[in-house]
C-alpha cells in the first residue's frame, strides 16, 4: 500500500470507530464530544481536552424517543441516543453552542437525561454585527474558561490559549489548502480527510494531513464539478455515491467545511478575544445573521472560483435553517442560472434513489 493510500485508509477508519474506542486508539489524549461550527475548541484544547464531533450514526437503539419529538433532526437525535445507550463513555463530557432550535433543546434537556457526561454550552449571538455582540461572546467565553477552570482545578492561561489557537491555526491553513486542491482527491477521500479534523487530536492529524497534500494525484480532469452545500454529513454516502457516478466535489458550503476554516485566528493580542472576533468574522450559518457576508453571495463566489458545473444541496431531514436556507441560495443559483439538485438526507441513506438522481443530475449538467 503507498503512504497515501494508507493515509487514507487510517483517516477513512476513524468515521466508522465508536468513539467508545476512542481513548484505547488515541491514549493520552482526553476526549470531550461537541456539536456544531461556533464552539471554541482551542479554550478547550488548552484546558487539556481533545473537542471530539458527535457524529450521527446509522443504528437507532430507541433512546432518543422519549426526549425529543420525531420531527427533530437526526442529528440531534443520534447523539442523544448514544448518550443514552451508553456510547460516549470515556467523554470527558459535551459541549453546544448555540447554532439552531435542535441544538438548543439537546442542551437544555442533556443535563437531566445525561446527568453523568457535564454539558458545557455557549450562547452565540445571532445578528453577528449588532453592537453587543462582540461583549455578549466574550462573556459567554470568560464564563465557559471559568468553568473549565473550575472542573480541571487549573487555570488556562493566555500562553496556553495562545499555543492552541496556534495548533489550530496551522490545521486551518493545511485544510485551507486540502480545499483548494479538492479536484485532487476523489470525493470519499476529500470527505475523510477532511472530517478527520474533527475525530482526532490536532497535533497527530497536522502532520498525516502534511504528508496527505505531498502525495495527492494530479488534478482528475473532464469530470462534473460540484460544490456541496449542508449542515454536517457524518456518513459518506452522498460522496461515495459523486464518486460512482463520476463527479468530483471541487468546493462546499458545509456548515463544518470551508466556511469554518477560511480565517485564522489572530496570533497577537487578547487570546479570548481573538476567538470572539473570529467567530463573528467567519461567513454565518443559516440561523445567524450578518448584513455583508451572506451566503448567496458567498456561494456565488464559490461556484465561480471553483469553476463548479453544479450544486447539491444535501438536506438532513427535518432541518428547518438549512431548509430556509435553500430557498434564498437557490433562487440566487437560478437567477445566476447555475443547475442545482436537492437531496434530503435521512437516518439511514436512500442511495439507491440518491444514485439515480445524481446519475441523471450529472447527465442533465453534461459537464
Ligand atoms: S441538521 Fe439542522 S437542525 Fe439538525 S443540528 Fe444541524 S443545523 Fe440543527
Not at 86 to 111: H, I, T, Y
Not at 251 to 275: K, N, S
Request: charged fraction near 20%.
Amino acid at each position: 500500500m503507498s503512504p497515501y493510500d494508507a493515509i487514507l485508509n487510517d483517516l477513512q477508519t476513524l468515521g466508522e470507530m465508536p468513539l467508545r474506542r476512542w481513548r484505547e486508539r488515541f491514549p493520552g489524549f482526553r476526549p470531550l464530544g461537541f456539536m456544531n461550527a461556533y464552539l471554541p475548541e482551542e479554550l478547550f484544547h488548552a484546558a487539556g481536552f481533545t473537542p471530539v464531533l458527535l457524529l450521527h450514526r446509522r443504528e437507532d437503539r430507541g433512546q432518543a424517543k422519549a426526549h425529543l419529538p420525531g420531527f427533530t433532526c437526526w442529528v440531534a437525535r443520534s447523539a442523544l441516543d448514544q448518550a443514552l445507550a451508553g456510547e460516549l463513555e470515556g467523554l470527558a463530557g459535551v459541549a453546544f453552542a448555540q447554532s439552531c432550535d435542535a441544538v438548543q433543546a439537546l442542551a437544555d434537556l442533556w443535563p437531566r437525561a445525561v446527568p453523568q457526561l457535564p454539558a458545557f454550552y455557549v450562547a452565540m449571538p445571532h445578528h453577528l454585527a449588532a453592537p453587543a455582540a462582540r461583549s455578549y461572546l466574550l462573556a459567554e467565553l470568560q464564563r465557559l474558561r471559568w468553568r473549565l477552570e473550575e472542573m480541571t482545578g487549573q487555570a488556562i492561561g493566555d500562553e496556553a490559549l495562545q499555543a492552541s489557537i496556534a495548533l489550530y491555526n496551522r490545521t486551518r491553513a493545511l485544510l485551507g489548502r486540502l480545499h483548494e486542491l479538492a479536484d485532487r482527491l476523489p470525493p470519499p477521500a476529500l470527505h475523510a480527510a477532511r472530517q478527520a479534523a474533527f475525530l482526532m487530536p490536532k497535533e497527530l492529524y497536522y502532520p498525516l494531513l502534511a504528508q496527505l497534500l505531498e502525495q495527492l494525484p494530479p488534478s482528475g480532469t473532464g469530470s462534473p464539478r460540484l460544490v456541496v452545500v449542508g449542515s454536517e454529513l457524518a456518513d459518506p454516502s452522498l460522496y461515495q455515491v459523486i464518486a460512482e457516478a463520476g463527479g468530483r466535489v471541487v468546493g462546499d458550503l458545509l456548515d463544518l467545511g470551508q466556511r469554518h476554516f477560511a480565517l485564522p485566528v489572530d496570533e497577537t493580542g487578547d487570546p479570548l478575544q481573538a476567538l470572539a472576533d473570529h467567530a463573528l468574522a467567519l461567513l454565518p450559518t443559516p440561523t445567524k445573521y450578518h448584513p455583508q457576508r451572506r451566503r448567496d453571495a458567498h456561494l456565488l463566489e464559490t461556484v465561480r472560483t471553483r469553476q463548479a458545473d453544479g450544486v447539491i444541496f444535501a438536506r438532513q431531514k427535518f432541518c428547518e435553517p438549512h431548509g430556509f436556507d435553500y430557498v434564498m441560495l437557490k433562487a440566487a443559483l437560478d437567477r445566476a442560472g447555475v443547475p442545482h439538485l436537492l437531496i434530503e438526507l435521512e437516518q439511514t441513506p436512500h442511495v439507491g434513489q440518491m444514485r439515480t438522481r445524481i446519475e441523471a443530475f450529472l447527465e442533465m449538467i453534461g459537464a
